[in-house]
């Protein structure tokens, strides 16, 4: 597949712990915000999104907290496994559905 | 739905040499993206349309990068004259509100 995460940071993270990776953005005018995961080999997939007007969303094992005042994202997962094993970007929404991307973080998850 | 369809998933060619890789978007979807990931530079956005025109090329590096869209399940990205540093993976995205769906990408190498 290809290799997309040899220069980004990476968390280690135990099978069963919860992870926590962060992402900071720049333009304070963007009202929505994207995490996406992205496997070996495969395309970025959606995971979760949240729009501005809120602090915080849940989804299945997955939280996303937003801090407007000061543009940062981060995603909480739970019960990490290793299936979780990727590499996550955060994007914020520009203007016509334009996203810009974050460098990506990379999750390896220990058995 | 397949999901957002690409073709080839790789393509290695020699410098000097036409490059054509195609998407299918995923049906009533009216935006189509095309982007570039690199691990120098992640992921970059290229040229988007919507219903089929193009809204904003100024991700497209240079005049050998041209793309089209005929009609609303299919759209081309050529480089032509292809060249090492175009070495890259490259990723078509569909989406009909906020949530782009990824195609599997194609792995580029020239020679």
């Known amino acids: 597949g290809e290799s997309v995460g040899l220069h980004l940071p990476t968390l280690s993270v135990q099978e069963g712990d919860n992870s926590i990776i962060n992402c900071a953005y720049s333009?304070?005018?963007?009202?929505?915000f994207i995490w996406y995961k992205q496997e070996s080999g495969k395309g970025p997939q959606f995971i979760i999104d949240i729009r501005s007007n809120m602090d915080k969303r849940q989804g299945q094992r997955v939280t996303v907290l937003l801090n407007k005042t000061v543009k940062h994202l981060s995603l909480q997962i739970a019960a990490t496994q290793p299936g979780d094993s990727a590499v996550y970007f955060c994007a914020e929404n520009l203007a016509n559905n334009r996203l810009a991307f974050g460098k990506g973080n990379q999750v390896v998850v220990i058995p | 739905d397949a999901g957002v369809i690409q073709s080839p998933r790789h393509e290695v060619t020699e410098m000097g040499q036409e490059v054509t890789l195609r998407c299918k978007p995923i049906s009533g979807h009216n935006s189509l993206f095309w982007y570039r990931q690199t691990m120098m530079r992640g992921l970059e956005l290229l040229i988007y349309?919507?219903?089929?025109?193009?809204?904003?090329d100024s991700g497209m590096p240079e005049d050998r990068f041209s793309a089209k869209m005929p009609n609303a399940s299919f759209s081309t990205l050529k480089i032509q004259p292809s060249e090492p540093r175009d070495s890259a993976v490259y990723f078509c995205?569909?989406?009909?509100?906020?949530?782009?769906?990824f195609g599997p990408g194609t792995r580029l190498t020239v020679l």
């Open positions: 349309f919507n219903n089929n025109v193009p809204i904003d």
């Open positions: 333009n304070s005018a963007s009202d929505y």
């Open positions: 995205a569909s989406t009909l509100s906020n949530e782009q769906f």
